[in-house]
Each structure stands twice: as C-alpha cells, then as structure tokens.
C-alpha cells in the first residue's frame, strides 16, 4: 500500500474514533446533568486528553517513517494507543492541578466540598469527584487547555517531574 493510502487509512480510523469519543462523550455528560445537575470534570478532563492525542497524531502523520504509518494502517490498537495515552496524561495533570503542586495565574483555581470531621470515606470520594469544579469561567478554560495540551504533548506531564 502507498504511503499516501496509509496516510488515508490512518485518517479516517480517527475519524471514526472521534465520532465515536464524541458520542461517548455525549453519555458522558447527559447522565450525570441527568442524576445530579452536572457533569464529571474528570471525565471532561480526559475526553480533551484523548482528543488531544487524536490531534497530534493527525499532525504528526507526514512526517512518521514508513515503518510507522504501515504499522498505524493496519492496527486500530496502534491508532488508538497515544490517544489513550494522551487521556491517561491529562488526568495525571488533572491530579497534579488539584494538589496544587503547581501554581500560577495560568493554571485553574478549584472549589473543593467539605472534608467531614469523620474524615475520607467513599461518600466523600464520590462528593469529590462531582463537586470539585473549577472556581471561576477563565479556571475552567484553563482545565481544557492543560487538558487538551498533556494529551496533545506525551513529554509535557513526564517532563514536569524533572523540573
């Protein structure tokens, strides 16, 4: 197959794939807005990781030796593997701005609910996951930024442990 069919191929596998993610996406925010008024931020955080790689390995496509774009032609696990790289990463960087390791005006402010005095429980984890949102509009476009970029950019979140 010529590199420019491979090329194709791999294309519309991600294409696919993102119409796919979208509807994912879709069910991913109905039923929580459904069950308690509002969508998992988590969720949302790795839905713009995984596009983030999509993307990026749209870009990087011209420039892969044959090798690579011949391997990406004829597996879909290839071609799903560094987006769900890139979504594992944003939720890593999604960790890392909620303990706030990392801070600045061009990262996001978070709310957080309560901790009880009886502690951390499962109630509390739960409570956690849907009630942690960002503080402000700006905040949350800084989440799907950071968001989008550590799944766009694999090196970004390893790289930040060097620092």
Not at 68 to 75: D, F, G, N, P
Request: aromatic fraction near 12%; glycine fraction near 6%.
């Amino acid at each position: 197959m010529a590199r420019g069919e491979q090329i194709n191929n791999i294309t519309k596998k991600l294409v696919i794939l993102t119409i796919v993610l979208l509807a994912l996406a879709s069910a991913a925010f109905t039923v929580p807005f459904i069950l308690k008024g509002r969508m998992l931020i988590v969720i949302l955080c790795l839905l713009c990781g995984i596009l983030g790689g999509f993307v990026s390995l749209q870009q990087r496509l011209s420039r892969l030796p044959l090798e690579a774009t011949s391997l990406l032609s004829t597996s879909w696990f290839q071609v799903v593997l560094r987006p769900l790289y890139g979504g594992i990463f944003a939720l890593v960087a999604y960790m890392l701005l909620l303990s706030n390791l990392v801070s600045s005006a061009i990262f996001p402010v978070f709310v957080y609910p309560l901790l009880p005095e009886s502690g951390i429980n499962p109630q509390y984890f739960i409570l956690f996951l849907t009630d942690t949102v960002p503080q402000t509009g700006p905040d949350f476009a800084k989440l799907l930024f950071w968001s989008f970029a550590a799944g766009f950019s694999e090196r970004l979140i390893p790289q930040i442990g060097q620092v």
